[in-house]
């Protein structure tokens, strides 16, 4: 504990000596009281043999009120040297970067072309969560977040540090379950509105935080209110990077061929990059490419707080100073009491 305590202002405690100067080297403080003048004054002088001489009377304080004195000069001494401990430790965390995980949940997200971990075929969207998975563990300096998008655009997971929650909610989508379409543009405006929300909300911060979407789809453009060359042009704007990655191959289930034009255009106009996966490794080298283009901005700074107590000690003198009050005030009756008792006594004698 006491290695631990620090003063902030340590030459205030040259003032500690200060009442023993005054009290050496000061005079004593004289007053002028009226006397009583008798003609026979050299006559009781000579009787108890004591030799008149001028000066002043000087008060002695007793011994407990000079204690008080000391105790609470030290008291206000030390309070201006700001005595301070230190509080246990903390650790502040600062996210660089917020990353937005856009992900096409349309019916053609269930086609098994893809090869699994164990060679096996899986869903493109199984395929998806195994990678988002690995990717997640590099993003441990970033805030996720996750929007599914199909029919309509939703927020699944708004931004969040805690990993596991993140990847918890991702395992939890199916296929289908935003509709069957591919609303791409109105998927990348939504994103854009989160960002923006959480712009307002964090004002305060001392820096801003980068804006990094990741929209990964298999389909086409169907029916969105926004186009998503608009929508990409509203997100320069707003200072939000999307990278485009552009998986499997629609033409296995009907579908008319990516236009890989637009997902080329909708990255190079918001300053990220596009990408095509038509497997599972391409796919991990799509997300490697992104950790290598988006490095962790994360910080944490270890501190303690440093918690004062100069407070303490004035609400001690405070306290010290009406006891001693309540102690003379309690004296000075009772000293007449006793006097008046004992001269009550002396006259029953």
């Known amino acids: 504990m006491f290695q631990e305590l620090e003063l902030a202002h340590p030459w205030w405690l040259l003032l500690?000596?200060?009442?023993?100067?005054?009290?050496?080297?000061?005079?004593?403080?004289?007053?002028?009281?009226?006397?009583?003048?008798?003609?026979?004054?050299?006559t009781l002088a000579k009787a108890l043999n004591q030799q008149p001489s001028k000066g002043a009377h000087q008060l002695h304080a007793r011994g407990w009120q000079t204690s008080i004195r000391f105790i609470a000069w030290a008291c206000i001494v030390v309070a201006l040297a700001k005595p301070q401990v230190l509080g246990p430790?903390?650790?502040?965390?600062?996210?660089?970067r917020d990353v937005m995980v856009v992900v096409d949940l349309s019916g053609s997200m269930a086609e098994p072309d893809f090869v699994g971990v164990d060679g096996k075929k899986i869903t493109r969207l199984a395929a998806?969560?195994?990678?988002?998975?690995?990717?997640?563990?590099h993003r441990d300096g970033d805030r996720l977040g996750l929007i599914?998008?199909?029919?309509?655009?939703?927020?699944?997971?708004?931004?969040?540090?805690?990993?596991?929650?993140?990847?918890?909610?991702?395992?939890?989508?199916?296929?289908?379950?935003a509709g069957q379409s591919t609303h791409l543009g109105d998927a990348i405006g939504l994103a854009i509105k989160v960002f923006d929300r959480?712009?307002?909300l964090s004002q305060t911060d001392s820096a801003p935080k980068q804006k990094v979407a990741i929209v990964l789809t298999d389909g086409n453009d169907n029916g969105s209110f926004v186009e998503p060359l608009d929508a990409a042009k509203v997100a320069k704007a707003k200072g939000v990077r999307i990278h485009m990655i552009a998986m499997g191959n629609p033409q296995t289930v009907g579908e008319q061929a990516l236009d890989m034009n637009t997902i080329n255009q909708v990255a190079k106009q918001s300053g990220g990059q596009a990408f095509s996966a038509l497997n599972r490794d391409e796919l991990v080298a799509a997300y490697d490419a992104i950790n290598q283009l988006e490095?962790?901005?994360?910080?944490?700074?270890?501190?303690?707080?440093?918690i004062s107590l100069h407070h303490y000690l004035i609400m001690f003198v405070v306290a010290l100073h009406l006891l001693a009050f309540a102690l003379a005030t309690f004296t000075k009756t009772r000293s007449p009491l006793e006097r008046e008792a004992k001269q009550q006594g002396e006259q029953g004698v």
């Open 148 to 177: 599914l998008f199909g029919d309509a655009a939703f927020v699944q997971t708004p931004f969040t540090a805690d990993r596991s929650a993140w990847l918890t909610l991702l395992n939890q989508t199916d296929v289908a379950m």
């Open 16 to 42: 500690l000596p200060v009442p023993l100067l005054v009290y050496w080297l000061a005079p004593a403080y004289q007053t002028i009281q009226p006397a009583l003048k008798v003609p026979f004054f050299q």
């Open 89 to 96: 430790p903390q650790v502040r965390e600062e996210f660089g």
């Open 198 to 200: 959480e712009s307002r």
């Open 295 to 306: 490095p962790k901005l994360y910080q944490s700074t270890n501190y303690r707080r440093k």
């Open 128 to 137: 998806v969560k195994q990678v988002l998975a690995d990717f997640a563990q």
